[in-house]
């Protein structure tokens, strides 16, 4: 089954870390570009941070500028956010998802990432 699956999610306090896990299956990731998106309480869906093939970084937000991190691991056929410092404006759940054109650069469009995660939740609070 062609699925991606996020995890590590869940609750921090200001200042704190996180790493989620975007895992995926029937498919090599390798092969595609990928991106983190997330989606607050009664906000629509923002981008975060996108990785290429080639492991081009590509931010979408300014806001996480120098406190989130992507990366990928194909031998483990997962691509990892790196969430340092975090706000409580970071609350979201957070989804991973595939560019699955085949081009393997990051798109400027969030239509063109066509396989989601279900998303993980990450709720920031003291």
């Known amino acids: 089954q062609v699925q991606l699956v996020e995890s590590g999610g869940g609750l921090v306090q200001p200042g704190g870390s996180l790493r989620l896990s975007c895992a995926a299956s029937?498919?090599?990731?390798?092969?595609?570009?990928i991106g983190w998106f997330r989606q607050a309480p009664e906000k629509e869906r923002e981008g975060v941070l996108c990785?290429?093939?080639?492991?081009?970084?590509?931010l979408y937000d300014d806001s996480v500028k120098g406190r989130f991190t992507i990366s990928r691991d194909n031998a483990k056929n997962t691509v990892y956010l790196q969430m340092d410092s975090l706000k409580p404006e970071d609350t979201a759940v957070y989804f991973c998802?595939?560019?699955?054109?085949?081009?393997?650069?990051?798109?400027?469009?969030?239509?063109?990432?066509?396989?989601w995660g279900q998303g993980t939740q990450v709720t920031v609070s003291s």
């Open positions: 990785i290429s093939t080639s492991s081009v970084r590509s």
């Open positions: 998802a595939a560019d699955r054109s085949g081009y393997g650069y990051c798109p400027q469009s969030e239509d063109d990432f066509t396989l």
């Open positions: 029937g498919f090599a990731l390798s092969a595609l570009a």
